[in-house]
């Protein structure tokens, strides 16, 4: 594979980064649907790090031209990198990455919700295929049974090469305590099933891609994939809630960024989109300050958490820099979208 450069311009310095190799993942997103284009998608990273077993992979979102939010255990490295604008494992031509240190890592402040946020060293610029997305959740009835359609985006590396993303609905929070039990925080939490495919899951290769709702149209996070990590299994997918670590995250990032990426046009309203996966291969491959939970990989239990703290100034304040920025567009032409069965 060539190697390729990107120029990326911050206030007086210009930074050149060489396109790397990912390798291949394991992880992946089971019975995902393939992302046609970037422009879906366009706050989805993936974060690449080594561990003593080989090459993590993880996913992220941009919340900012300076900031990423992402799963802790997906930053804990002493280096890790952060790729941008990809969509083909293969075909990494047009993509760019950055190699970052513990020193561009926040992690909220208990030290065991698995939450954190990676400052760049450059400010993005934003386009159709590369832009924040909303993280704000506060009207969800979280505790409602089948509340809401939600996707996320991620790779399914044992299936295809290219981004997918998989169709969820929220569950009710006694259905996810009626499978485990106590390590269950509906506080700190959230569930989710496949939407009209059991089989479509979240799993390895996906911690700390975020959840969406009101997508393509409204999209805005509301969770951080945490487990269980361990494809095929049939438990529902347990995630962070942003809901309470909203306040930290912008006293971290010094204020909430306004601008979010564009508005999809012309897709279904009546129900979500349906595609028909393949059947998926047989593969093998903390959160927060009120009470208690650690989460493992074990197919049997999720993520320990704690209630977290009221949210706090980090000790070392984010960068004073405060770039204007250009929106992108208010509307992008994308392809539509299939109609999916009922």
Not at 74 to 80: D, I, L, N, R
Not at 184 to 213: A, H, K, R, V
Not at 263 to 280: A, G, H, Q, R
Not at 312 to 336: A, D, G, R, Y
Request: glycine share 8%; with cysteine.
């Amino acid at each position: 594979m060539g190697t390729h450069f990107v120029i990326l311009i911050s206030i007086g310095s210009i930074f050149v980064f060489a396109q790397s190799s990912l390798g291949s993942p394991q992880g992946r997103i089971q019975n995902g649907i393939e992302v046609d284009t970037l422009r879906r998608f366009p706050h989805y990273v993936t974060i690449v790090s080594e561990t003593p077993t080989g090459k993590n992979y993880c996913g992220g979102s941009i919340i900012s031209e300076l900031w990423i939010l992402t799963a802790a255990r997906c930053v804990s490295a002493e280096e890790f990198s952060v790729h941008f604008l990809l969509r083909n494992i293969s075909n990494t031509r047009n993509s760019f990455s950055i190699t970052l240190d513990q020193s561009s890592v926040t992690a909220y402040p208990t030290g065991f919700d698995n939450i954190a946020l990676v400052e760049l060293p450059v400010f993005l610029k934003f386009s159709d295929k590369l832009a924040p997305i909303s993280y704000f959740g506060g009207d969800i009835e979280y505790a409602k049974p089948n509340n809401g359609f939600v996707v996320m985006p991620g790779f399914s590396l044992q299936e295809t090469k290219v981004l997918t993303y998989g169709m969820f609905k929220l569950v009710s929070s006694r259905q996810c305590r009626a499978t485990y039990g106590q390590l269950f925080d509906e506080y700190l939490q959230i569930c989710t099933f496949g939407w009209n495919n059991n089989n479509q899951m979240p799993c390895e290769g996906n911690e700390g891609s975020g959840l969406i709702i009101g997508w393509p149209q409204e999209p805005r996070l509301i969770g951080i994939f945490s487990s269980p990590l361990k494809c095929g299994s049939d438990m529902p997918a347990v995630y962070v809630k942003l809901l309470q670590y909203e306040k930290w995250i912008d006293q971290t990032i010094g204020g909430r960024l306004t601008t979010t990426w564009p508005t999809t046009p012309t897709v279904p309203t009546t129900s979500p989109i349906t595609t028909t996966p393949s059947s998926p291969p047989s593969t093998t491959s903390s959160q927060p300050p009120p009470t208690t939970p650690t989460q493992t990989t074990s197919t049997a239990s999720p993520p320990t958490t704690s209630p977290p703290p009221p949210p706090t100034t980090p000790s070392s304040p984010p960068t004073t820099l405060s770039p204007t920025t250009t929106p992108p567009p208010s509307s992008i032409s994308l392809p539509p979208l299939t109609t999916p069965s009922p």
